[in-house]
């Protein structure tokens, strides 16, 4: 059974920074996307960030445009996670944040029914 399990939300002032963490376990492929997703009360669910990993290595990253220059996505895949440092945060950074993992894939895309497996979510919120 594949699980994600992500964690380092929180509540932080704005102008701070998070780190969130998801781990993945029961997910045994060497190609596979990867994402960052979130959703605020009332709206839709929306890519953050997502990066493809290719056998041994990262393919190409996507950021959405709201978060570009101030949010880094990276993996490690030797410990099955992928991180999600945010930097600069804003009070419209308040969401669930949610990873998840497409294995039909090694290219992310931005498109949420791509992906299969999802985590349970974690909280950032940002005060003004």
């Known amino acids: 059974e594949v699980q994600l399990v992500e964690s380092g939300g929180g509540l932080v002032q704005a102008g701070g920074s998070l780190r969130l963490s998801c781990a993945v376990s029961g997910f045994s492929e060497d190609s596979y996307a990867i994402g960052w997703f979130r959703q605020a009360p009332g709206k839709e669910r929306e890519v953050v960030s997502c990066i493809g990993w290719f056998r041994t290595s990262a393919s190409r990253t996507y950021y959405a445009d709201s978060v570009k220059g101030r949010f880094t996505i990276s993996i490690d895949n030797a410990k099955n996670s992928v991180y999600l440092q945010m930097s600069s945060l804003k009070p419209a950074d308040t969401a669930v944040y949610f990873c998840?993992?497409?294995?039909?894939?090694?290219?992310?895309?931005?498109?949420?029914?791509?992906?299969?497996?999802w985590g349970q979510g974690t909280q950032v919120t940002v005060s003004s």
């Open positions: 998840a993992v497409d294995p039909s894939h090694y290219y992310c895309t931005a498109n949420p029914p791509i992906y299969d497996y």
